[in-house]
């Protein structure tokens, strides 16, 4: 799956961040991402 515009934002920012957004919008996947992204 290739991430949303708004989605790769979240995933690169250094920032706190909050998403707030409608089930099945991509949350869960866009956490784990990040997560993945952290532990490289």
Not at 12 to 27: E, L, R
Request: hydrophobic share 30%; no cysteine; proline share 5%.
């Amino acid at each position: 799956m290739k991430p949303s515009q708004e989605q790769d934002e979240i995933i690169h920012s250094d920032k706190n961040t909050i998403v707030i957004s409608n089930p099945g919008t991509g949350k869960t996947t866009t956490l784990s991402l990040k997560v993945n992204l952290l532990q490289i």
